[in-house]
């Protein structure tokens, strides 16, 4: 950019202008008797100089990307900033724009939604859910897309979580084959506490290491998803009897079984489509009658699987 100037300019860009003195003398005058008045030159002293510089815009040298040495892709003018696609994703979420949210995702590498928004976007689907069962109408097509964001969106913000990796010894059924406390273990989940085990491992190709590992995340779930007034049978949830269950209740148990799954993926560098939760169920978990330490009572000492 530059400014109009009226001034000259010199040659090194900046231009001023000066008023030279000005000298006044006036003729004397000669009158009869009168006295001889001399009249000086007096030098008016100059105005101060008026300077201005026009205004130059440096442009910015092109970057250049030090694997290629080319000039890096200008960015364009009307491109988005992270804020505005943010403040956009948070509204096509919590709108159950699944659409809008998919196109600003892949156009945004790196760019996923944040817990709050997430949250929002939660209780919009279940407000939807509630809505439809309320007029007798099918669930709006958005409902489960938007699931999936929300879904992988958690997978996300775990990642970010604390998590402690340890290992522990394999233990393994005592028992093989169609035994009593193996069909309890398949077809009540309420005696899964109750099978004994054995310390070691066998695998189905009996390739296994000896080795167990855990990997534990103290925050898997947080306070207000886990919230039992707000999700109201959600510590004893089980697929075979969901007519009294809540769609808030259901769709939470959903979402943390589906972040466990996207985790054990994750960890064991799976393709997620292999994975497919054949049971599941949710129980305040006491410790069993035939444990090692078990002795019924809530908080009792007891070795998990």
Do not use: W
């Amino acid at each position: 950019m530059g400014t109009d100037s009226t001034n000259a300019a010199s040659s090194n860009g900046s231009s001023a202008v000066v008023t030279p003195p000005v000298a006044a003398a006036a003729a004397p005058s000669v009158v009869a008797d009168a006295p001889k008045i001399e009249a000086k030159e007096v030098a008016v002293p100059p105005p101060p100089p008026t300077v201005s510089a026009p205004i130059v815009v440096q442009k910015e040298e092109a970057k250049t990307d030090n694997n290629n040495n080319k000039p890096a892709a200008p960015i364009p003018d009307d491109i988005a900033s992270l804020d505005d696609v943010a403040l956009q994703l948070s509204t096509a979420a919590m709108r159950l724009d699944a659409q809008t949210v998919s196109t600003l995702l892949q156009s945004n590498p790196g760019i996923h939604l944040d817990e709050d928004t997430t949250n929002a976007a939660f209780r919009a689907v279940v407000n939807a859910v509630d809505r439809a069962e309320a007029r007798d109408q099918p669930i709006p097509p958005t409902v489960p897309q938007m699931l999936h964001h929300i879904f992988d969106a958690d997978l996300q913000h775990l990642l970010t979580r604390e998590k402690i990796t340890k290992n522990v010894t394999c233990m393994m059924p005592q028992t093989e084959g169609l035994t009593t406390h193996g069909l309890n273990y398949v077809f009540d989940d309420g005696e899964h506490k109750n099978l004994p085990l054995e310390e070691g491992r066998k695998c189905e190709d009996g390739n296994c290491c000896d080795k167990c590992s855990r990997n534990i995340f103290p925050t898997f779930a947080q306070e207000d998803e886990i919230d039992f007034d707000a999700y109201p049978g959600l510590n004893t949830l089980t697929f075979n009897e969901l007519e009294k269950v809540s769609a808030a209740t259901i769709i939470q148990f959903m979402r943390l079984i589906e972040r466990v799954r996207r985790t054990m993926a994750h960890e064991y560098g799976l393709d997620l489509k292999t994975l497919l939760p054949l049971q599941a169920y949710s129980r305040k978990y006491v410790a069993g009658t035939t444990q090692k330490g078990g002795g019924g009572g809530e908080g009792d000492f007891v070795t998990l699987h």
